[in-house]
T-cell receptor
Framework: EAGVVQSPRYKIIEKKQPVAFWCNPI?????LYWYLQNLGQGPELLIR????????DSQLPKDRFSAERLKGVDSTLKIQPAELGDSAVYLC???????????FGPGTRLTVL | QKEVEQDPGPLSVPEGAIVSLNCTYSNSAFQYFMWYRQYSRKGPELLMYTYSSGNKEDGRFTAQVDKSSKYISLFIRDSQPSDSATYLC??????????FGAGTRLTVKP
């Protein structure tokens, strides 16, 4: 069974540029999560989807971050414009509904110069 | 004060040692407790999953939850160099909104 797929694995951009991350969850997993992980810290939830619906986006900085999960399968997280402080690893995870174990992808490491 | 506190280490032990990793928390509503292992430049992978208080054993790994003290532990017996990774505790009240500790970096030396 294929795991959670994320792309790109690494991204380097200059500040004020836009950037997008893509996630394909495990087949059949209705719930999808985007997390932010800063160096030396644990993941912090940005947004949670149940199918197409964003059921928890309270931690998503909506002035510059947006996300979508069209058709309830893969998802895209966008930052526009990126700031220096956005440099981090962006992790995607998925789980069955009702949730139990969350399966994480390898993450996208973003560097903003 | 953070909701979940975890000593970041680093922790270095010789091969074969027993490793003890711990987290404390402040939210009494937490009832799902997990330990994740994260290798460098990889995503976290679930090691242990415990509901409410008690112990759970899986091979060389034992997870303990003491809700009265708001304290959870992960023990690794006969540690191996392949156990070298960052260990993250995580907990949730509803199995959705997980709160992670900062992670403890472990190195097991041959």
């Amino acid at each position: 069974e294929a795991g959670v797929v994320q792309s790109p694995r690494y991204k380097i951009i200059e500040k004020k540029q836009p950037v997008a991350f893509w996630c394909n969850p495990i087949s059949g997993h209705n719930t999808l999560y985007w997390y932010l992980q800063n160096l030396g810290q644990g993941p912090e939830l940005l947004i949670r989807y149940e199918n197409e619906e964003a059921v928890d986006d309270s931690q998503l900085p909506k002035d510059r971050f947006s996300a979508e999960r069209l058709k309830g399968v893969d998802s895209t997280l966008k930052i526009q414009p990126a700031e220096l402080g956005d440099s981090a690893v962006y992790l995607c995870a998925s789980s069955l509904d009702p949730p139990r174990e969350q399966f994480f992808g390898p993450g996208t490491r973003l560097t903003v110069l | 004060q953070k909701e979940v506190e975890q000593d970041p280490g680093p922790l270095s032990v010789p091969e074969g040692a027993i490793v003890s990793l711990n987290c404390t928390y402040s939210n009494s509503a937490f009832q799902y407790f997990m330990w994740y292992r994260q290798y460098s430049r990889k995503g976290p992978e679930l090691l242990m999953y415990t509901y409410s208080s008690g112990n759970k054993e899986d091979g060389r790994f034992t997870a303990q939850v003491d809700k009265s003290s708001k304290y959870i532990s992960l023990f690794i017996r006969d540690s191996q160099p392949s156990d070298s990774a960052t260990y993250l505790c995580a907990m949730s009240a509803n199995n959705n909104d997980m709160r992670f500790g900062a992670g403890t970096r472990l190195t097991v030396k041959p």
